[in-house]
């Protein structure tokens, strides 16, 4: 009779050290991941301070992936956005916004369709765009691809002027874009 709380108190004991070990391991793999993927709140807060430097409180920042635009609203909470976490509630709320802003940011166009054949990435679309949710500012923090926003936008004067740009160690960095002038929307837009 004895053995047996022995043995249980053993087989408890044993069990808490081989859950604190695996605990402890998947906290130490969860953090060298996270870091590979966020980056410090510095980087975060020297855009921060650069957005307030140049945007007016309230304003809507356009930006081009809706979960850092989370980690951007936890910094700049006195801005307006136009989806954070998920994608798929802007889609719920209205599929030709989600896809208007999908192209933009995906494919450097302005199209408010699944399927956009024949349409050509341009500054002048992206520009559109953003502008047609009511926004003269974006935020862009996807790496750069063929026809990305952000890679558009670079090629864009007249119609963006990069405002700020925070470096990180994961994608190149935060940019901050000011749209300035007014592009002709684009004939597949319904207004």
């Known amino acids: 009779m004895v053995a047996m709380p022995r043995l249980r108190a053993g ?8 859950a604190a070990w695996f605990g402890w391991s998947n906290i130490v793999q969860a953090w060298q991941v996270g870091n590979r993927y966020l980056d410090p709140p510095a980087v975060f807060e020297q855009l921060a301070t650069a957005v307030r430097a140049h945007v007016p ?10 979960f850092m635009t989370s980690v951007l609203y936890a910094s700049l909470p006195e801005y307006r956005y136009i989806v954070a976490y998920d994608p798929a509630v802007l889609f719920t ?9 999908h192209h933009a940011v995906a494919d450097g166009i302005a199209c ?3 399927e956009c054949p024949g349409e050509k990435p341009s500054p002048a679309a992206i520009a559109w765009a ?8 974006a935020v862009t923090s996807s790496p750069v691809r063929a026809f ?7 090629q864009g004067q007249p119609f963006f002027e990069l405002a700020a740009f925070s470096p990180r160690r994961t994608s190149g960095g935060l ?4 749209v300035k002038a007014p592009p002709q929307p684009s004939a597949r837009i319904e207004h």
């Open 11 to 18: 087989l408890v004991g044993a069990t808490a050290l081989v």
């Open 57 to 66: 409180p309230g304003s809507l920042l356009f930006t081009d992936d809706p």
């Open 93 to 101: 709320a209205s599929p030709r916004l989600f896809w208007r802003w």
């Open 112 to 114: 408010d369709e699944r």
């Open 130 to 137: 953003i502008q047609s949710f009511g926004s003269s500012w």
């Open 148 to 154: 990305s926003m952000q890679s558009v936008m670079a």
């Open 175 to 178: 940019y901050l874009w000011h």
